[in-house]
């Protein structure tokens, strides 16, 4: 079966950075867009950013741009969200969602990661 796996997430204090990273199983990795989402506690979730399965077309949330970057390895069938200059509200869990260029909505998800910056 499919399996999305998040790691990377931890307690930073805020202007620091991480790294997550989402390795896939059980699909052809290489033929999903890849996506980022996140959820706060008490809201609802959200998306952050998004790779197409080529790796040449990234989308991301005003509230992120410039600061997180998305990337894919296809041939180690992992996303990573680089993210810099963390702020306190990017507090949440981050979850990582793959989908086909033939469905509208994202099909598979991960169990989340744990982000957290205090300040």
């Known amino acids: 079966q499919v399996q999305l796996v998040e790691s990377g997430g931890g307690l930073v204090q805020a202007g620091a950075s991480l790294r997550l990273s989402c390795t896939a199983s059980?699909?052809?990795?290489?033929?999903?867009?890849m996506g980022w989402f996140r959820q706060a506690s008490g809201k609802e979730r959200e998306f952050v950013a998004a790779?197409?399965?080529?790796?040449?077309?990234?989308s991301y949330a005003a509230s992120v741009k410039g600061r997180f970057t998305i990337s894919r390895d296809n041939a180690k069938n992992t996303v990573y969200l680089q993210m810099n200059t963390l702020k306190l509200e990017d507090t949440a869990v981050y979850y990582c969602?793959?989908?086909?260029?033939?469905?509208?909505?994202?099909?598979?998800w991960g169990q989340g990661t744990q982000v957290t910056v205090s300040s």
């Open positions: 059980g699909l052809t990795f290489s033929r999903y867009t």
């Open positions: 790779i197409l399965w080529s790796g040449e077309n990234t």
């Open positions: 969602a793959a989908k086909s260029s033939a469905v509208p909505r994202y099909e598979y």
